[in-house]
């Protein structure tokens, strides 16, 4: 076991952390415009992942995993980390994994470089934690599939250029009868909502999608028909442990604020963190911040040596995601007003943390996958 990182990891972070603050500095407006997304393509942030061939970094989820950390631990837009690794993982990752050689070789590339934007369409108003009964339909015609039904939470909906979607093709087979789809996001039938109006996470427009009897070639099946909900938990598992990577540069960010900040503001005559209450409460968000990091890096790990990793992802997940909200309320009371104030960052922390215990599952449905795993 080491825990060292090699000289080709550190340089790479080091590579990241640098470029990502050039491209994105604090400040910098919040939106993730078409520029951003190939200013991100061109960091290797969204193909990291992917296949060399097509334009990605071919890294393992390790790697990949150390890669997302640094992105998210140099851009204060969360939103902007959120929405490119939601593109890769739940997106790309499925693309590379089950799409035929012809959507591979077309629509990897640009995925790869930002040219293209993909978005996730599994949650449905009447299935969120529930993915196993999914009203969206897909009916088989000659030479494709004909799909109806609405979307919700589509993050990059509005903005994409393609979806990957999942959909009822077998009504009689449960989760055996879903088949998942990579659908374009300007072809006749798809109609997308307005952004919704979200507490954070700003530069990631998310919105509903409806298919009005949208017609999906052949070759755009991910997988073989019935295999949906196996390519979408899939899928999942790169997320849950890919995408909170992200996270675990937030929660740095976090402690590393936090300690300046309790160091410089003074308070009867003191430095506030020389305060118990405000040094153990630094103490805490740290302990947090490297126990998710071990985790999150255990699961990455057993994802390399291709064991099914489903245990050691979801506690990742878990622990990432109520680290992240814990300590970042926890940074608001060691800034005291200020935290609450816009200018400092620290609201949007809390704010951009808040949905991490609802998206890619939430916490009480990762507590069922361990609990399941360990038998109970
Ligand atoms: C910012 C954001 C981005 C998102 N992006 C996407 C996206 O890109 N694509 C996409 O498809 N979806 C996306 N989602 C949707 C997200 O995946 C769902 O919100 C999530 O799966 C929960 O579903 P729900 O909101 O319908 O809640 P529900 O499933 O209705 O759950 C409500 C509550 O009941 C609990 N609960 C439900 N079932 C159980 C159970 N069996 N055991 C224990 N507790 C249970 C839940 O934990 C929760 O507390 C996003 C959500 C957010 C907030």
Known sequence: ???????EQSARRDRILRQ????????????????????????????????????????????????????????????????????????CVPVAAHGSDVVRKSRLPE??????????????????????????????VPGGWVLNGTK??????PVCDLLVTYATSDPDLGHL??????????????????????????????????FEDCFVPDEQVLGEPGTGAAVFQASMGWERACLFAGYIGLLDRLVERCTRFARERRQSGRAIGSFQAVSHRIVDMKLRLESARLLLYRACAE?????????????????????????????????????YLADDGIEAMLRDSVPTVLFSGTSDMQKEIAARELGL
């Open 1 to 7: 076991m080491d825990f060292q990182l090699s000289e």
């Open 20 to 91: 990502v603050a050039e491209a994105f500095p604090p400040g910098h407006s919040p939106g993730s415009t078409r520029e951003d997304w190939r200013t991100m393509g061109g960091l290797g942030l969204l193909g990291t992942c992917l296949p060399a061939e097509y334009g990605g970094g071919g890294l393992g989820a390790l790697d990949t995993a150390l890669v997302i950390e640094a992105f998210g631990r140099a851009c204060t837009d969360t939103g902007l980390v959120f929405a490119a690794s939601a593109h890769q993982f739940a997106c």
């Open 111 to 140: 995925l790869a470089s930002g040219a293209a934007v993909a978005g996730n369409a599994m949650t449905e108003p009447e299935s969120g934690s529930d993915v196993s009964r999914l009203r969206v339909t897909a009916r088989q």
């Open 152 to 157: 919700s939470f589509v993050s990059n909906g």
């Open 177 to 210: 009868g879903q088949t998942a789809f990579l659908v374009d996001a300007t072809a006749p039938g798809v109609r997308r909502g307005e952004p919704l109006d979200k507490m954070g996470l700003w530069s990631c427009r998310a919105g509903s999608v409806a």
């Open 303 to 339: 994802m390399d040596l291709g064991g099914r990793a489903v245990l050691p992802v979801a506690l990742a997940k878990l622990a990432v995601s109520e680290a992240a909200v814990t300590s970042a309320l926890d940074a608001v009371r060691v800034f005291g007003g200020r935290g």
